[in-house]
């Protein structure tokens, strides 16, 4: 099956969705998820968007509060892109209608959005739909797209490599290019063939890399590990945030507790009762959330705790309830009041700042493929990323990405012939207890040796074992058709790969990349940029 578009977004969250909106008036757009539409991390974001929106916040001040959060390495030009372009962004979210809280008294601007505030930030500049912000967002941006006609979208259909010139039926005589992707489809179990003459990966991060995380099951680094085997180089993928407050219940699985709860005065306490956070940082609770993560981590190893508990008990109910209206009833029915009952948190991973290296464009190295969202390394979140700005940079180049190719769609070639997926050498597998367990074992020693706390000597054992899984994967891939199983662990071994080399390169501690045994920052900070050793031929390609 050989499918023709104009365009091929890979993922269906804010950043690809708002690609798709922005060039659906001018050409045939189709839309790929793995899942359903809403199954990927931007539906799950309870805080909101970070953007200057009113009188006495400056877009210097936000400028300024990401390059401290980002701890010396974020590229200030991808700040001032993302900054200055926040206001305009949420007004198009709002034309589009989702439905921010308002306020009963506008600010000084006429403005009359209810902002939140939230660690590092300097003024309170996040919109929010109550705390289930990411929600309205998704379901705006699914029911705009569903009503576009020249948008076609592919739920249950996964991406399996990019379609580069190896892969063209006849030899190229320009330079490498992205020509489309190959796509499991996951409901009738057949690879299908998507050309297009431009490409757009907005898969999201890798945090399922990790034992314990905040994100959908999704998030299994499939664009950074395609684009990888695509040829395109990878930027700062030892920064993995870890977010402080995942709700720890054995019933509640990547349940988050956003950091608005502690931008509105929640705080951080010990099975004693006792607030520690005033003991790690000036900030306390409103510390960015690496210092907050790792205060929680050494909490809990200090004192043999399973958890540290969040309290928010001393405000108001009914502020509390309306406030965090979706963590109330959440919690509730698990048991926990959140009203008069602390709540148990632990981190989690949560949020790849690292990924496929771009321009502000969301240009890659491989001509004509764009990277958006999460998957993406734009330089705007440096050594960690602030609250509140992801989303607003998947809005952002979402629309830079879009821009590029409309500008340039004159000079684009038109879809060219490729070759069929070939699984004439391959049968189905009799052995799926293989993916099972190297799953498993792989999230353990990344959690175990690759997590909040490193050393060169849990690095080292990491790196052994991630070697180890990849030659079996690469094994089994070669000889079984592929499953989502199969390909969704491929990916994340890839990635695996990726983080520990890239975390072997830095020899300091900076943001989120904390080693025990390189304690100070270096002198001159620096990013960390693995390059493609050649470019790998896909094993499925006649």
Request: aromatic share 6%; net charge negative.
């Amino acid at each position: 099956m050989r499918r023709t578009y104009d365009v091929v977004i890979v993922g269906t969250g804010a950043a690809g969705l708002t690609a798709a909106l922005k060039l659906a008036p001018h050409m045939r757009v189709a839309v790929l998820s793995k899942g359903e539409m809403a199954g990927g991390s931007t539906r799950w974001a309870q805080g909101g968007i970070a953007a200057v929106l009113e009188a006495t916040d400056t877009v210097q001040s936000h400028i300024d509060d990401t390059l401290v959060a980002g701890a010396g390495l974020c590229s200030e030009e991808a700040v001032r892109f993302v900054v200055e372009r926040g206001r305009d962004a949420i007004e198009s979210l709002i034309s589009l209608g989702v439905e921010f809280d308002r306020v009963n008294q506008a600010h000084e601007d006429g403005y009359d959005y209810h902002l939140t505030r939230e660690g590092g930030h300097s003024h309170r500049r996040i919109i929010h739909a109550a705390d289930a912000t990411g929600k309205a967002v998704q379901n705006t941006l699914n029911d705009r797209v569903l009503e576009e006609p020249n948008i076609d979208v592919f739920e249950h259909h996964m991406a399996i490599d990019v379609i580069t010139n190896r892969h063209l039926k006849s030899p190229a005589s320009y330079d490498d290019q992205a020509h489309g992707v190959y796509v499991l489809n996951l409901e009738k179990g057949r690879v299908e063939t998507f050309t297009a003459r431009a490409t757009i990966i907005a898969t999201g991060g890798a945090s399922r890399v990790y034992l314990y995380s905040s994100n959908p099951d999704a998030s299994t680094g499939d664009g950074i590990a395609m684009a990888w085997r695509a040829g395109c180089r990878v930027s700062n993928l030892e920064f993995n945030q870890f977010h402080p407050t995942c709700l720890y219940h054995p019933d509640a699985k990547t349940f988050l507790i956003t950091e608005a709860m502690r931008g509105e005065g929640a705080v951080l306490r010990g099975r004693d009762g006792e607030r520690f956070m005033p003991e790690y940082d000036e900030r306390a609770e409103l510390a960015p959330r690496d210092i907050v993560a790792r205060a929680i981590d050494a909490e809990m190893k200090r004192k043999g705790q399973d958890c540290v508990w969040l309290d928010i008990t001393h405000k108001d109910a009914d502020f509390i309830i309306s406030h965090f209206p979706n963590i109330y009833r959440h919690c509730l029915s698990l048991g926990i009041d959140i009203t008069k009952d602390m709540i148990p948190v632990v981190p989690a991973a949560h949020y790849t700042c690292g990924g496929i290296h771009v321009d502000m464009h969301a240009r890659t190295d491989l001509e004509r493929l764009y990277a958006i969202g999460e998957c993406a390394h734009t330089g705007l979140h440096g050594a960690n990323r602030m609250a509140s700005n992801s989303l607003l940079e998947c809005l952002v180049l979402g629309n830079s990405a879009a821009d590029d190719i409309l500008e340039n769609i004159g000079g684009l070639p038109s879809a060219t012939i490729v070759r069929d997926w070939d699984e004439s050498q391959v049968t189905d597998s009799d052995e799926e207890v293989v993916v099972t367990h190297n799953w498993k074992e792989l999230r353990r020693f990344m959690w175990d040796y690759v997590g909040i706390v490193r050393t060169d000597k849990r690095l080292a054992r990491a790196k052994r074992r991630v070697d180890l899984l990849a030659a079996e994967i690469h094994e089994y891939y070669g000889n079984f058709r592929v499953t989502a199983d199969l390909l969704e662990l491929r990916n994340l071994v890839t990635v695996a790969d990726l983080i520990v080399r890239s975390a072997q390169l830095r020899k300091e501690s900076r943001g989120l990349h904390y080693t025990a045994d390189y304690p100070a920052l270096m002198k001159e900070p620096r990013d960390t940029t693995l390059i493609p050793f050649g470019r790998a031929v896909s094993d499925r390609v006649a």
